[in-house]
Nanobody, 127 residues
Framework: VQLQASGGGLVQAGGPLRLSCAAS????????MAWFRQAPGKEREFVAA????????YYADSVKGRFTISRDNTKNTVYLQMNSLKPEDTAVYYC?????????????????????WGQGTQDTVSS
């Protein structure tokens, strides 16, 4: 699976940003997808995940109510709409796909549960 993320940038606190991740190499409509992020000096952390149909979504507590993960299976693309951004949201954001169609249930929020990674996109939120 090849993943290409885009949409990062610089935004003021309280503003929105939308990330996109285009996937290729597998049947996208069968793949769970996820977003993780990594701030300087910190470990990579879970942000959100979405089931193959889009019917199941999962969020980190820190972004729940502000971020929305979605997908368009006709475009082989997963999105992360980020609203009400905070300076602590500043990080490199990565999209991820599992080795099989979905990660092990207990590993959805763990980076080790995901096998394929995009190149990362830097998002900076200024205060």
């Amino acid at each position: 699976v090849q993943l290409q993320a885009s949409g990062g940038g610089l935004v003021q606190a309280g503003g929105p940003l939308r990330l996109s991740c285009a996937a290729s190499g597998r049947t996208f409509s069968r793949l769970w997808m996820a977003w993780f992020r990594q701030a300087p000096g910190k470990e990579r952390e879970f942000v959100a995940a979405i089931a193959w149909s889009g019917g199941g979504t999962y969020y980190a507590d820190s972004v729940k109510g502000r971020f929305t993960i979605s997908r368009d299976n006709t475009k082989n693309t997963v999105y992360l709409q980020m609203n009400s951004l905070k300076p602590e949201d500043t990080a490199v954001y990565y999209c991820a796909a599992p080795r099989l169609d979905r990660p092990i249930a207990s590993m959805v929020r763990n980076p080790q549960g995901w096998h394929y990674w995009g190149q990362g996109t830097q998002d900076t939120v200024s205060s």
